[in-house]
C-alpha cells in the first residue's frame, strides 16, 4: 500500500496520539496513589484496588517485638523495630464488593526499602504493599495487629500448619486477610479457622490481637492449633497468652511460682522461657485505665513502653526480658544479662540507622484506633509531640 507524504505524516502523528493516549490509560490504571510524604518516614497512600498474596512473608526476614492494649473504644499498639531508614506508609485500601472486601486504613511497610527510594520503588512493589500491612481498621470497626511470639518454646508444629488441608496462609498475611474481609472480631476468628496458617520469622512466630466494639481476641498458633480467647486482660506484648495451663511446664511453673529474671510475676498468662515484654505487659496492665479514656489517654499509654526505654539505665522497672536471645531466658538472674545490656547501651548511644542487623530498636510508629469512630492517631519515631490524624470513612 503506498500512503502520499501527508498521509503519511497524518498516519504518524495519528499513532502517536494514540501511543501516548494508551501511555496515560496505563499511567492512570495503577490502582493506588502516589506516595505523599507527610514527615520523614512517614508517607500515605490510597488503593482502588490491590493483588491479595496469601503467602506474604516467605521472603521477609525481619523481627520485632511489640505492644498492643485494648480498653473501651480505644486500641493501641506500638510497632518495634530497628533503627532503621525504613519508611511506613498509612495506606487506606477501598472496598470491593465482588471479591467481599471491606474499606480499611492501617501502617504497611516495604521492609527493604530505604527513604530516599521511595520516588524510584517499583509499582509491582507499591501494588503488594497492602499484604504488609501490620496494623489497621476495616469499615466495621474491626481492628487487628501482629507481634512476635517465642515459638521456640514450643511443638515444631507450630509454624508449620494450623489445619492441614485448608486454604494456606502465612502469618505475615493475617492482619491484611481479616481487615479485608471480616464482620465482626468474632468472624475474624470463624475465618482464620477455616486457613491454614503457617511461618513466622525464623524461630519466632506470630501471634494477633483482633478486637471489635464488643470484645477482644488474642489469637496464636500453638502446637499447630489455632487459639482464640476473648477472656483475657486484652494486653499483648511477646509471650503467648494462650498457652495452656495443662501443660508440664505450666504445671511445673504454677508449682514453683511463676519467675522472670529473679522477680515474681502473679496473676500473669504462663511464661515459657523465652518469654519477651514481660516488664512491658506488667506496666501497661498497671496503667490499664489510663488507655480507656480518650485516643490522647490510650497514645499515653503506649509511650509509657516505647522501645527506646529498654536501654535506659534508670528504666524502672529495667527491662531484662527484652534480652532473652542466645542462651538467656527468663529464668537467669539480673546479674547475668549484663553484657547483653551494656552492648544494647553502647549500640543505642550511636543512633546510626546502618548498623544491621546488629542495631538497636525502637518504636516505628504508635498507632492508636478509635474502634467506634474508625479512626487512627499516630505517632511516628517515638515523636510524642506530634501526631497524624486519619478517617476511614473520608
Not at 306 to 313: D, G, L, N, P, R
Request: net charge negative.
Amino acid at each position: 500500500m503506498n500512503l502520499s507524504k501527508k498521509a503519511f505524516r497524518l498516519f504518524v502523528t495519528a499513532l502517536m496520539a494514540f501511543s501516548f493516549a494508551v501511555c496515560v490509560s496505563a499511567a492512570q490504571a495503577a490502582p493506588f496513589t502516589a506516595p505523599k510524604k507527610l514527615a520523614d518516614y512517614l508517607y500515605y497512600m490510597e488503593y482502588s484496588d490491590y493483588t491479595p498474596n496469601l503467602a506474604t512473608g516467605e521472603k521477609v526476614k525481619t523481627g520485632f517485638a511489640c505492644s498492643a492494649v485494648r480498653n473501651g473504644n480505644f486500641y493501641g499498639r506500638n510497632l518495634d523495630l530497628d533503627y532503621a531508614d525504613v519508611p511506613e506508609f498509612v495506606i487506606k485500601v477501598a472496598a470491593k464488593e465482588s471479591e467481599g472486601r471491606y474499606a480499611s486504613i492501617g501502617l504497611a511497610a516495604i521492609l527493604t526499602l530505604k527513604s530516599n527510594e521511595v520516588d524510584n520503588v517499583s509499582e509491582a512493589d507499591l501494588l503488594a504493599m497492602p499484604n504488609l500491612t501490620f496494623d489497621g481498621i476495616n469499615e466495621n470497626g474491626v481492628a487487628m495487629n501482629c507481634n512476635v511470639a517465642p515459638a521456640i518454646d514450643l511443638d515444631f508444629a507450630t509454624l508449620l500448619s494450623t489445619n492441614y488441608g485448608k486454604p494456606r496462609i502465612h502469618a505475615v498475611a493475617v492482619v491484611r486477610y481479616v481487615l479485608d474481609h471480616a464482620k465482626s472480631a468474632a468472624h475474624g476468628v470463624e475465618l482464620l479457622k477455616n486457613m491454614d496458617i503457617y511461618g513466622g520469622y525464623g524461630t519466632w512466630g506470630l501471634h494477633w490481637m483482633l478486637s471489635d466494639e464488643k470484645e477482644t481476641y488474642i489469637i496464636e498458633c500453638i502446637d499447630g492449633e489455632l487459639v482464640a480467647r476473648n477472656d483475657t486482660d486484652n494486653i499483648m506484648t511477646n509471650f503467648y497468652v494462650n498457652y495452656g495451663s495443662y501443660s508440664k511446664y505450666s504445671k511445673y511453673a504454677a508449682q514453683k511460682g511463676q519467675t522472670a529474671v529473679g522477680k515474681t510475676y502473679e496473676g500473669f498468662p504462663v511464661l515459657t522461657p523465652h518469654a519477651c515484654g514481660v516488664e512491658r505487659y506488667a506496666i501497661l496492665k498497671e496503667h490499664y485505665a489510663e488507655g480507656g479514656q480518650s485516643a490522647e489517654g490510650m497514645s499515653r499509654l503506649m509511650e509509657r513502653v516505647k522501645y527506646t526505654q529498654a536501654y535506659e539505665a534508670d528504666t524502672n522497672p529495667f527491662w531484662y526480658t527484652e534480652y532473652n536471645e542466645g542462651n538467656l531466658t527468663i529464668a537467669n538472674a539480673p546479674m547475668d544479662f549484663k553484657t547483653a545490656t551494656q552492648y544494647g547501651f553502647d549500640t543505642y548511644k550511636l543512633h546510626d540507622r546502618n548498623i544491621q542487623p546488629n542495631n538497636f530498636w525502637q518504636t516505628w510508629h504508635t498507632a492508636v484506633y478509635d474502634l467506634a469512630n474508625r479512626t487512627l492517631r499516630l505517632n511516628i519515631q517515638e515523636d510524642y509531640s506530634t501526631h497524624y490524624d486519619f478517617k476511614l470513612n473520608e
